[in-house]
């Protein structure tokens, strides 16, 4: 992977684990077990859970048990999908450096991972990547810390694709804007989080596909 073709194979892993963990099955196993999106939608009854299996109950009945093994998946997903992020956005500095949107993509990615983290968990959260095939973690930081991080993140993605024009770049400046805003959201700033959002069309998606 010392190379563009091999970064540029990264970036679309990364895009891979980014989907799956938000809405799918969290180890890529296909075997069907709901990614963070799903788990939460049990938890807060947007979905009910029509299953016999226990963990899914468990969270329709909000009474998760400490060693939840598919919470233990979803929480895993979610923090590996943004070191997948990190792992392709340093090898495209090095070797695809004119390669900003999918730079700034990948920033992106991370930033609404821990974001995602920050919503669907509770205080006490490590941030971190591994180094070497030696993780750094961070304190443990409560939820408002998370979405300061995941802000800071989103603003290295903007940092990548301001002032370009191209399809691609305005595609993630318009996705690191919305998920910007809805970190202000978590921290009750929701002037700053409309004002951020002003330049971005009303009819804007950025679709993953499945």
Known sequence: ???????????????????????????????????AW?????FTDEFKSGDTFSQRNDADQRNLQDNDALVTQIWA????????SRTAADA???FDPTAKAKIGEMY???G???MTLGQEFCNGIPLGFTVGGTPQYTAPLTTQDVFVAASARLDTALSYVTGATDAA???????ALVAKARTLVDEGQYAAAATL????PTNFQFVANY
Do not use: C, H, M
């Open 1 to 35: 992977i010392q190379s563009a073709t091999g970064a540029d194979g990264l970036y679309v892993g990364a895009v891979g684990r980014f989907a799956t963990a938000l809405n799918g099955s969290p180890t890529n196993s296909g075997s069907n077990q709901e990614g």
């Open 38 to 42: 799903n788990w939460a939608g049990l």
């Open 77 to 84: 997903g979610l923090q590996q999908g943004g070191g997948d």
């Open 92 to 94: 495209l500095v090095k």
């Open 108 to 110: 992106f990615e991370i």
């Open 112 to 114: 609404f991972l821990e």
């Open 169 to 175: 770049s305005v595609q993630v400046k318009n996705a």
């Open 197 to 200: 959002v002003s330049s971005v």
